[in-house]
């Protein structure tokens, strides 16, 4: 069992910058692939971003490639998401998600995430 817990969310300004967390309870956390998913209103929950268990490879949606950066240290048991470059399209919540089945090669798709957090808001104004 892994329980998930998001902050750093908030409101920002268009070309302001975020960092999202994800702590992660359990002794386990180095052994799980690592996901941020988002969903905006009247929208389907989307990838975002996916980390390895090692945190070696990484896969980023293209709208958001070059403006987030996925990380995690396995050490606290966090995974993060610095966003950067924020435009109002990015607002939505959003979500970690853990993956047991694809720790080397991390998925994208979000039904083999079997841990979820609760989300966290991220509103960017025009």
């Known amino acids: 069992q892994v329980q998930l817990v998001e902050s750093g969310g908030g409101l920002v300004q268009a070309g302001g910058s975020l960092r999202l967390s994800c702590a992660a309870s359990?002794?386990?956390?180095?052994?799980?692939?690592m996901g941020w998913f988002r969903q905006a209103p009247g929208k389907e929950r989307e990838f975002v971003a996916v980390?390895?268990?090692?945190?070696?490879?990484?896969y980023y949606a293209d709208s958001v490639k070059g403006r987030f950066t996925i990380s995690r240290d396995n050490a606290k048991n966090t995974v993060y998401l610095q966003m950067s470059s924020l435009k109002p399209e990015d607002t939505a919540v959003y979500s970690c998600?853990?993956?047991?089945?694809?720790?080397?090669?991390?998925?994208?798709?979000?039904?083999?995430?079997?841990?979820w957090g609760q989300g966290t808001q991220v509103t960017v104004s025009s």
């Open positions: 359990g002794r386990t956390f180095s052994e799980y692939a």
């Open positions: 998600a853990a993956d047991r089945t694809h720790p080397v090669v991390p998925s994208t798709k979000d039904y083999y995430y079997n841990y």
């Open positions: 980390i390895n268990r090692s945190g070696g490879n990484k």
